[in-house]
């Protein structure tokens, strides 16, 4: 029988990884390493699962052991873990800030943040990053989150509708990929929200870690080793702004504000992550911070 040695490992037959993550121009790289056969050269076949539904559709996959790995927005993994999702952040993957714009129909009344005080923000699904940051928001502004009636609308299409027949008044996603609606006159942004930590972490489930942790050690070596050089790629702003329908310029704007990682999250950003969260009441006050980090 031949075997492959991968890293000390030995394998008889190609291993699969079933990898999670939004239509978004952040996992660019693992496409290109899918592409190019870096990790089947490496024995392993990543499956690449899509969730137009972003962050909150990812946790029940997870959850579910749907997927093995999610390239998933910080806050709302850390939410779903303290909540029983039986994951772990294994790497930060994005480590700049994500740019939440804050959208509203464009013939709708509202001009600015400060209008949407006590509104209905449509929510991709409850625990997702725009559920989340919808309270972090109304919480920095100092509004009364009480007060906030989430409309869930599962994706970006459905927002659209939301907001047009008005069953919902603001949107809150990534300024770049949304701003394709901005430019046809659909959403109309009246401001911008930074996250105050890392856009991206990768998450393994506790199954993947236990049975597949060289496996998983091999998926972050070629996929850092990608994020390492992404940035420095021939014509990497073309290929981004014509597979992701974006403006040339928007992406190399998009592309000067953003860092990829090759390192673990630090602990400060998940406790930063879970002071907000326990603020609003979003997590048990009790959860154990030492749950949500694991180095494989």
Known sequence: MKFMIISNLKITSMTTIRIGGVPEHFNLPIHLCI??????????HVEWVEFPGGTGAMNAALRNDEIDLAIILTEG???????????????????????????????????????????????SRYGSGSHV?????????????????????????????????????YFMWEHFTTKPLVDKGIFRRVGDFPTPWSSFVIAAT?????DQS?????????????????KGLSRIETQLAERY????????????????????????????????????????????????????
Not at 206 to 210: G, L, S, V
Not at 214 to 230: G, P
Request: with cysteine; net charge negative.
């Open 133 to 169: 940051m919808a309270y972090v928001q109304a919480n920095e502004l100092g509004w009364d989150t009480s007060k906030i009636e989430c409309v869930v609308v599962n994706n970006i299409d459905t927002a659209v509708e939301a907001l047009v027949q008005k069953d919902a008044d």
């Open 35 to 44: 592409e190019e056969g870096l990790f089947a050269e490496k024995g392993i």
């Open 214 to 230: 060289e496996i998983l050690r091999i998926v972050l070596e070629v996929i850092n080793a990608k994020t390492k050089v992404f």
């Open 206 to 210: 506790d199954k993947a870690i236990e």
């Open 77 to 123: 993994i850390i939410k779903d873990i303290a909540n029983g999702n039986p994951s772990k952040i294994i790497q930060n993957y994005v480590s700049s800030p994500l740019r939440w714009g804050v959208h509203v129909a464009s013939k709708s009344d509202f001009h600015t943040i400060a209008d949407l005080e006590d509104k209905r923000p449509a929510i």
């Open 245 to 296: 329908q974006q403006n040339l310029e928007d992406i190399k704007k998009w592309l000067s504000i953003t860092s990829w990682s090759q390192n673990q999250l630090e602990n400060s950003e998940r406790d930063l992550v879970l002071k907000y969260l326990k603020k609003l009441d979003m997590v048990d006050k009790t959860s154990d911070s030492q749950q949500y980090l694991k180095k494989i």
